[in-house]
């Protein structure tokens, strides 16, 4: 069992990495390994207690505690630093419970209310270049990531990749999200395109497959809206007014016209939040190659920044040459990405906000599953 914790404060880094390693022997840790103060990597034995049939189960608790500054801040100063916890939980002869998975929720908050009593919390100073005051908070702050959330934010649909993003994707920014193929590439998508029309936001999906747009064109046929750019586009999709479908991607004139129709066609009235999702570039790339995609991604992107579209697109960067890439690339505020891990455990999935301009977010790395994306 992998479980992950968070919590943000304005806090000194140095004593809070020595004020949580102490508290965390306490409790039955020994230290493994350590760069002091960015990681603490700890272990504990023993046993946990199934409460249904009160038997209990040698474990194993290997605990990674990270302590990261938010966006690019100095490191050893007080600032807002966000505390992980992840916990990878072995239970011999069998598996670890809700209760179990609760127990080491719980060992956080303690942690986090330990911080507090060790005063390891400072107020921030805050000084004016008009003034030779300097202002300080009245009163600490210790924040759960999930209430560190920055105004004007648009909901990737998963919480964990918000948490990252102080509450999601930068309204009218247009972010790259550059990952393999994968079942978590795809769920993310789909909780993207999910949650904008769920939330009744104008929501545009833009891809070689329909895959994750084909249920949502029927369920919200009056705010989400879907291109599907492939020669078997008619046997893949019905034929619907909120569907359009083109050939393939030889004629990215063609893309531009039917993305122009579409807009024409939205209701004018109807406010808030718009979301795009585009997931062809991999094909486009692979067709037109990087000065004629750079050329047409830039008018596109544009197109729907000045609609009021907050843009997610994605691509593999498997299948492309580095320098064609990075042609890409920088046409885009923000960059997520998602690669792959070999432990002892298996391969594993990690998601890191690897840039978002001119904006704050956290540098945290985050294990993802299928499970968790409600697979």
């Known amino acids: 069992m992998k479980v992950s914790k968070s919590f943000v404060i304005d ?21 493994q390994s350590a760069i002091r103060p960015t990681l603490l990597v700890l272990k504990k034995r023993g046993n946990l207690q199934d409460p249904s049939t009160s038997k ?30 992840d916990y990878n939980v072995k239970v011999s002869g069998g598996a670890a419970t809700s209760s179990d998975r609760a127990k080491l929720e719980n060992e956080v908050k303690k942690l986090r209310h330990h911080l507090v009593s060790k005063k390891t919390i400072q107020p921030l100073s805050v000084t004016s270049s008009t003034s030779r005051f300097v202002t300080k908070s009245p009163q600490p702050k210790i924040l759960e990531v999930s209430e560190a959330v920055v105004s004007g934010r648009i909901t990737t649909g998963y919480k964990g990749l918000d948490d990252l ?7 009218n920014y247009a972010v790259l999200m550059t990952s393999p193929s994968s079942d978590e ?14 939330a009744g936001q104008i929501t545009f999906y833009v891809a070689v497959e329909p895959g994750n747009g084909r249920a949502l064109v029927e369920k919200f046929p009056s705010n989400f809206y879907i291109c ?10 019905k034929s619907l007014p909120n569907v359009f479908k083109l050939k393939g991607v030889e004629s990215l004139t063609d893309i531009d016209i039917t993305l122009i129709k579409a807009f024409r066609m939205l209701d004018t009235s109807q406010s808030g939040p718009r979301r795009a999702c585009i997931e062809l570039i991999s094909d486009v790339l692979l067709q037109h190659h990087a000065v004629i995609t750079r050329k047409w991604l830039n008018g596109l992107l544009s197109q729907l920044r000045s609609r009021g579209f907050t843009t997610l697109a994605v691509v593999d960067p498997y299948m492309h040459p580095q320098e064609e890439l990075q042609a890409i690339l920088s046409l885009f505020e923000g960059e997520i990405m998602i690669s792959e891990k070999e432990t002892e455990e298996g391969t594993e999935k990690i998601l890191k906000i690897r840039k978002l301009y001119n904006q704050r977010y956290l540098k945290n790395e985050l294990n993802i599953t299928r499970e968790e994306l409600g697979f």
């Open 11 to 31: 806090a000194d880094v140095v004593k809070t990495y020595d004020a949580a390693r102490n508290f965390l022997i306490t409790l039955g840790y020994s230290e």
């Open 56 to 85: 209990t189960a040698a474990h194993r608790i290997n605990l990674r505690v990270s302590f990261n500054p938010v966006g690019d801040l100095q490191l050893y100063s007080t600032t807002l630093l966000t505390i992980r916890c």
């Open 165 to 171: 993003l102080l509450g999601g994707i930068p309204e």
């Open 185 to 198: 590439r795809e769920l993310l998508i789909q909780k993207f395109l999910e949650t904008g029309a769920e």
């Open 228 to 237: 599907v750019c492939n020669p078997h586009a008619d046997m893949m999709i």
